[in-house]
Protein backbone atom coordinates (compact mmCIF):
# COMPACT_ATOMS: atom_id res chain seq x y z
CA UNK A 1 0.00 0.00 0.00
CA UNK A 2 0.96 3.61 -1.26
CA UNK A 3 -0.14 6.77 0.64
CA UNK A 4 0.21 10.13 -0.39
CA UNK A 5 -1.00 12.84 1.70
CA UNK A 6 -1.97 16.33 0.23
CA UNK A 7 -3.96 19.68 1.59
CA UNK A 8 -1.69 21.11 3.41
CA UNK A 9 -0.93 24.88 3.85
CA UNK A 10 -0.76 28.04 5.30
CA UNK A 11 -4.41 29.20 6.89
CA UNK A 12 -5.22 32.24 9.42
CA UNK A 13 -6.08 30.83 13.13
CA UNK A 14 -10.06 30.18 13.40
CA UNK A 15 -9.59 28.89 9.30
CA UNK A 16 -10.42 25.27 7.79
CA UNK A 17 -8.46 22.74 5.79
CA UNK A 18 -8.86 19.47 4.41
CA UNK A 19 -6.56 16.94 4.44
CA UNK A 20 -6.55 14.02 1.89
CA UNK A 21 -4.83 10.80 1.73
CA UNK A 22 -5.08 8.52 -1.54
CA UNK A 23 -4.06 5.23 -1.20
CA UNK A 24 -2.44 2.55 -3.83
CA UNK A 25 -3.98 -0.54 -3.80
CA UNK A 26 -7.05 -2.57 -3.42
CA UNK A 27 -6.23 -3.80 0.22
CA UNK A 28 -6.58 -0.74 1.68
CA UNK A 29 -10.29 -0.45 2.47
CA UNK A 30 -9.44 -2.96 4.79
CA UNK A 31 -7.24 -0.89 6.60
CA UNK A 32 -7.48 1.08 9.41
CA UNK A 33 -6.32 4.62 8.68
CA UNK A 34 -4.86 7.23 10.97
CA UNK A 35 -3.48 11.01 10.83
CA UNK A 36 -0.59 11.96 13.10
CA UNK A 37 1.45 15.26 13.21
CA UNK A 38 5.20 16.19 14.01
CA UNK A 39 5.67 19.64 14.97
CA UNK A 40 9.58 21.25 15.13
CA UNK A 41 11.54 19.73 18.06
CA UNK A 42 8.42 17.47 19.43
CA UNK A 43 7.50 13.93 18.56
CA UNK A 44 5.13 12.42 16.38
CA UNK A 45 1.81 12.47 18.01
CA UNK A 46 -1.74 10.79 17.05
CA UNK A 47 -4.56 13.23 15.52
CA UNK A 48 -7.03 10.91 14.58
CA UNK A 49 -8.40 6.84 13.37
CA UNK A 50 -11.28 5.43 11.43
CA UNK A 51 -11.01 1.75 11.93
CA UNK A 52 -11.35 -0.72 9.09
CA UNK A 53 -13.65 -2.73 10.87
CA UNK A 54 -16.66 -0.23 11.54
CA UNK A 55 -15.44 2.72 10.63
CA UNK A 56 -14.96 4.22 14.66
CA UNK A 57 -13.49 7.00 14.66
CA UNK A 58 -10.98 7.95 17.59
CA UNK A 59 -9.61 11.98 18.10
CA UNK A 60 -6.77 12.94 20.37
CA UNK A 61 -8.44 15.12 22.86
CA UNK A 62 -6.43 18.42 21.76
CA UNK A 63 -8.47 17.88 18.14
CA UNK A 64 -11.60 16.69 19.47
CA UNK A 65 -14.90 18.91 18.19
CA UNK A 66 -12.47 20.56 15.39
CA UNK A 67 -11.49 17.74 13.33
CA UNK A 68 -13.08 14.80 11.59
CA UNK A 69 -12.03 12.35 9.75
CA UNK A 70 -13.71 9.95 7.27
CA UNK A 71 -12.88 7.83 4.80
CA UNK A 72 -14.32 6.85 0.86
CA UNK A 73 -14.15 3.34 0.22
CA UNK A 74 -15.06 3.94 -3.40
CA UNK A 75 -11.71 6.30 -3.94
CA UNK A 76 -9.52 4.32 -1.41
CA UNK A 77 -8.91 8.11 0.40
CA UNK A 78 -9.11 9.11 3.68
CA UNK A 79 -10.10 12.48 4.96
CA UNK A 80 -9.24 15.02 7.52
CA UNK A 81 -11.36 17.86 8.09
CA UNK A 82 -9.56 20.89 10.17
CA UNK A 83 -11.65 23.68 11.36
CA UNK A 84 -11.25 26.05 13.51
CA UNK A 85 -7.67 25.95 13.12
CA UNK A 86 -5.16 27.28 15.95
CA UNK A 87 -1.56 28.12 15.85
CA UNK A 88 -0.35 24.70 18.07
CA UNK A 89 -1.69 22.73 15.12
CA UNK A 90 0.70 23.62 13.11
CA UNK A 91 3.06 20.67 12.54
CA UNK A 92 3.45 18.19 9.18
CA UNK A 93 0.74 15.83 9.28
CA UNK A 94 1.20 11.60 8.25
CA UNK A 95 -1.17 9.63 7.01
CA UNK A 96 -0.98 5.88 8.15
CA UNK A 97 -2.62 2.41 7.80
CA UNK A 98 -2.42 -0.31 8.58
CA UNK A 99 -4.37 -4.26 8.28
CA UNK A 100 -4.64 -5.56 11.34
CA UNK A 101 -4.19 -2.88 13.90
CA UNK A 102 -5.50 -3.36 17.21
CA UNK A 103 -8.18 -0.95 19.18
CA UNK A 104 -5.87 -0.84 22.10
CA UNK A 105 -3.07 0.56 19.81
CA UNK A 106 -5.04 2.67 17.03
CA UNK A 107 -3.14 5.56 18.70
CA UNK A 108 0.41 4.46 18.70
CA UNK A 109 2.33 5.43 15.16
CA UNK A 110 4.76 2.32 15.64
CA UNK A 111 1.55 -0.22 15.38
CA UNK A 112 0.95 1.66 11.40
CA UNK A 113 2.71 -0.46 8.83
CA UNK A 114 2.35 1.98 5.93
CA UNK A 115 2.95 5.69 6.27
CA UNK A 116 2.74 8.67 3.21
CA UNK A 117 5.17 11.20 3.27
CA UNK A 118 3.29 13.99 4.99
CA UNK A 119 2.03 17.39 4.27
CA UNK A 120 2.74 20.81 6.08
CA UNK A 121 0.02 22.85 7.95
CA UNK A 122 0.47 26.18 9.69
CA UNK A 123 -1.60 28.13 10.83
CA UNK A 124 -0.33 31.92 11.89
CA UNK A 125 -2.13 33.83 14.52
Known amino acids: VQLQAFGGGLVQAGGSLRLSCAAS????????AGWFRQAPGKEREFVAA????????YYADSVKGRFTISRDNAKSTVYLLMNSLRPEDTAVYYC???????????????????WGQGTEVTVSS
Open 25 to 32: GSTFNRQT
Open 50 to 57: IRRSDGST
Open 96 to 114: AADPSIILSSVRQYSQYSY
